[in-house]
C-alpha cells in the first residue's frame, strides 16, 4: 500500500536552481506526459491514412489535401520553441494542461466541422496544442524525476510514443472504415482529457531559475510563423495556380519576414527564440542540415504511401494502416539498440551515413516500383523495412550529436530547435507534394516513383552533410 503514496513535498529550490511547488505522483506524472505527447503521434497517423475519405468528404483538390496537414504542421513548427520558454516562464504543469484542453478542444472542432475552413481552424489549433506539449512534457520528467528513475522513465516516454506511432494507422484505419473519419478525432478526445485530470492531480509545478530567465521571445514567433505560412502558402499555390502575382506575391512576403525574422534573433543574441550563434558551430549547422533533408524527404512518404494504397491499389483505410505498420515498429523497437549501441561501436559520423544511405536505399526500391501490378510483399515492403532501419540507426546518433556539438548550455535550445527543423522539413515536403498530386493525377504510382526520387537525392545529402560536418567519435563534435 505504501508503493501509492504520493512522494514527500517539497518547496525549497533543487540543486539546478528550478524551482517547484506541489507534490509529485511519478506514476501520475509519467502517465499524463505519455498520453499528452503521444496525442501528436496518434493524429498525425491517423490523419494520413483519413485524406482519402477527408478529401471526398469536402470535395477539395490536391491543394486541400495538403492544407488539412499543414494547417496543423505549421503551428507546430513555428511555435515549439516558444511552448518551451512558456512552460519555464509561466510553470511547466499549466503550459501542459494548457495545450491539453487547446487540443481537446480542437479535435471536437474537427469531428464537427460543417465546412473546409472550420477544419482548418480545428487543425490549426491541435498544431498550438501540440506545440505546447511537446516541450513540456519532456521537462515535466526531467522534473519529476532524478537519477537512474529519470533515465527509465525517458526511455518509457520514448517507447510510448513509438508505439503510439506504429498502432495509431491501424486504428485509425479501422475507425475511418468502420466510423467515418470524424469519429477518429472523437476518439482522441477524452484521451487529452484524461490526461488533463492526472495531470492536475499527479505533476507538480515547475518553473526554471528566474536567473536564467530571458524575455520571451514574441516578435521572433511571429516573424516565424508569418515567413512559414507565406512560404508554404506560395509553395502549395504554385502547381495549381503557376507564378501569378498572388503567389510571387507570397513568395516576396516570406522571403522579406524570413530576413527580418534573421536580424531580429540576431539583435537579440543569446536571448533569442533561435540564438544564431549556434550556427557558428560547423557541426550544429550540418546536423541541421542533415535533418532538413532527412525529414523532408520522409515527410513526403509518410503521406503520399497512404494515398497510393487506398487510392491505386485499392487497400481500405484499415489495410493501409496495417501495411505501414511495419515502418514504425521497427523503427521503434531498434532505434535504442541499433542507434545506441552502434553509435558506441562505430562512431556517430559512421551510423549517421550508413543510416542516411539506407533511408536513400529504401527510396530508390521504392522507385523501382512499376506503374500497374504492384505487389505489396514485393514491391512496397522491402522499401518501408530498409527505411526503417536507416532511421533507427540514425535517429539516437543524431540527437546525441545535436546535444552534445551545443555543450551543455545550449542543449535544451539546440534539441528545441532540430526538433523544430524536423517539423517545418515535413511541412515543406508536404507542400510540395502538390507537384505530384497535380501532375500524376491519372497514376499516383508514378508520381509516388518520382517522388522516391527525390527522396534517395535527400538522404544522399543527408550522407554527405554528416560525413563534411560529424568527426568520427561517439561524441560527433568540431568547431
Known sequence: MTNALPLPCTSAAS???????????????????????????????IINVALPQMQADFAVGPTGVQWIVNAYLLPLGALVLIGGAMGDRYGRKRIFMAGLGIFAAACVICAVAWSFPVLMLGRALEGLGAAMLAPTSLAIIADGFSGKERGVAIGTWAAAGAIAGALAPVMG????????WRWAFVAV??????????????????????????????????????????????????????????????????????????LVERRKGEAAMTPLTLFN????AGLSLLTLFLYMALGGLLVLLPYVLIDELGFSATAAGAAILPFPLVMGLLSRSVGGTLTEKFGTR?????????????FLLFSLMPDEGVIYWLHVLPGLLVLALGMAASVAPLTTAVLNSAGDRFAGVASGINNAISRIAGLVATALLG?????????????????AW??????????????????????????
Open 454 to 479: 527525390v527522396g534517395a537525392g535527400l538522404s544522399l545529402l543527408s550522407a554527405l552533410a554528416a560525413l563534411a560536418f560529424v568527426k568520427g567519435g561517439t561524441g560527433g563534435v568540431h568547431g
Open 189 to 262: 478526445t477524452p484521451v487529452a482529457l484524461y490526461a488533463m485530470i492526472v495531470a492536475r492531480r499527479s505533476v507538480r509545478e515547475s518553473t526554471a531559475d528566474p536567473d536564467s530567465l530571458v524575455p520571451l521571445d514574441w516578435a521572433g514567433a511571429g516573424l516565424s510563423g508569418a515567413a512559414l505560412f507565406a512560404l508554404i502558402w506560395a509553395l502549395v499555390a504554385f502547381p495549381d495556380q503557376g507564378a501569378t502575382g498572388i503567389v510571387l506575391g507570397a513568395l516576396t512576403v516570406g522571403i522579406v519576414l524570413s530576413i527580418a525574422f534573421l
Open 435 to 451: 507537384l505530384v498530386l497535380i501532375n500524376s493525377a491519372d497514376n499516383l504510382l508514378i508520381g509516388f516513383a518520382t517522388s
Open 350 to 362: 559512421t551510423l549517421l551515413v550508413v543510416g542516411s544511405g539506407l533511408v536513400g536505399l529504401g
Open 281 to 284: 558551430n560547423s557541426t550544429f
Open 173 to 180: 484505419g479501422v475507425i475511418v472504415d468502420f466510423a467515418g
Open 15 to 45: 540543486e539546478n536552481g528550478e524551482l517547484h511547488v506541489d507534490c509529485p505522483d511519478q506514476r501520475g506524472t509519467l502517465l499524463a506526459t505519455v498520453l499528452g505527447s503521444s496525442l501528436a503521434f496518434i493524429v498525425g497517423s
